[in-house]
């Protein structure tokens, strides 16, 4: 059972946590057995650490097909809507973090029929919520990023599509889950170094003092 989700901006630490996430997982989708060549689209029920929503609910891997990757995105992409509205879930475990992912309207799709969703444990996670948008004459790719949330046992984050089921839907790429320390550990590290920076002090005077 999901016991506890927190999503927020955590303000005091906004500007240097980026600095030192580690990053937990990348999926690029590059290198899936059984994904696709140039032209081509296959299914599959696995990718980079994903698990499809079941065999009649498989991920869908694009290459080339309808709009173009993303320039810093590789080739091969995923298509939330295979035959039906589709989903793909991986477990993370307790941890405070950031997501974030590409996106981008399938071309000539209305929006309505292009939305992603991500949830954890079932619980809609906002920002980002739902991504939707109109599809134009080609792809538009853009980073989309969460604020940083906290769970406190393993969770299942799903990625699932949103919106009209006829096998046409968003595309993502590049899932990036960064790690970030949580506040009180902050705290306790920035407690540290001004321990470590008033020592040095101390002993810089000390020493001065012995060699007058």
Do not use: C
Not at 173 to 180: E, G, K, M, P, Q
């Amino acid at each position: 059972m999901f016991k506890a989700l927190t999503v927020a901006a955590l303000a005091s630490t906004a500007v240097i946590a980026p600095a030192h996430a580690a990053i937990v997982f990348q999926s690029t989708f590059e290198n899936v057995a059984g994904g696709p060549g140039a032209g081509q689209y296959t299914f599959v029920q696995e990718a980079d650490g994903w698990t499809a929503g079941g065999p009649n609910n498989p991920i869908e891997l694009q290459n080339n097909v309808a709009g173009a990757p993303a320039p810093n995105g590789g080739n091969v992409f995923v298509e939330l809507d295979s035959s039906r509205n589709s989903s793909m879930s991986r477990v993370i475990g307790a941890g405070t973090y950031q997501l974030s992912f590409l996106y981008s309207a399938r071309p000539g799709v209305a929006a309505g029929s292009n939305g992603i969703e991500v949830f954890l444990d079932g619980v809609l996670l906002d920002p980002p919520g739902t991504t939707d948008a109109a599809g134009g004459s080609t792809t538009n790719w853009v980073n989309v990023t969460s604020g940083y949330f906290t769970v406190d046992q393993d969770t299942t984050l799903t990625f699932a599509a949103a919106g009209a089921s006829e096998s046409l839907g968003g595309y993502v790429d590049n899932i990036t889950l960064s790690a970030v320390p949580e506040p009180a550990s902050w705290a306790m590290m920035i407690s540290g170094f001004g321990l470590v920076g008033g020592a040095m002090r101390r002993r810089t005077v000390r020493t001065a003092v012995s060699f007058a």
